[in-house]
């Protein structure tokens, strides 16, 4: 019951105080919710999950995708304004949040942007929360390297895909050189001016037709 309080809460966006009373107490919901979360109980769920149906092949390694979209952050989520005299002649700086927030300002205002490593039957293997205007080609080797699907009967988890799918904002050399380094193929579009900056290059260019496929 505390559980699907907890989902209908994240699914539909309400106070936790607007909890339909068919859950409980809202307070108790949200006491159980931010625990888990400080507490890891999330994280050690999904990877139980994860390794339940690695063990009966329900996870396709062949074809792993990721992506990332940007979400609009609440109103209140920057908190009180701090008044601060007004220094002549200087442009104001703007305000910093903390690291491990994912808050960030961009042409959509106060955003989160979550990125998504999920594999070929649509099951999140990975996930990585940045400030809305952090671009999404540096994020996808830490996003990858959240991939630890543990195994039941022990050993090393499996972190390695065997082919990896992404749009072109993924595109770039650093990119490309780790997975080639992991030995894993992908599908990343080149963009026009990467193509002509490669071409420009000749023989020095850093795309592996052999990991490529248009």
Known sequence: MVINGILFRVRTGVPWRDLPERFGSWKTVYERHRRWSADGTWERILQAVQADADSQGRID????????????AHQHAAGAPRRTPRVPKQRSTPRQHRPDEGLGRSRGGLTSKIHLAGEGGRRPLAMLITPGQWGDSPQLIPVLERIRVKRPGGGHPRTRPDHLGGDRAYSSRRNRRYLRRRQIKHTIPEPKDQRANRRRRGSRGELCPATWTP
């Open 61 to 72: 390694w062949s074809m792993v995708s990721v992506d990332s979209t940007s979400c609009r």
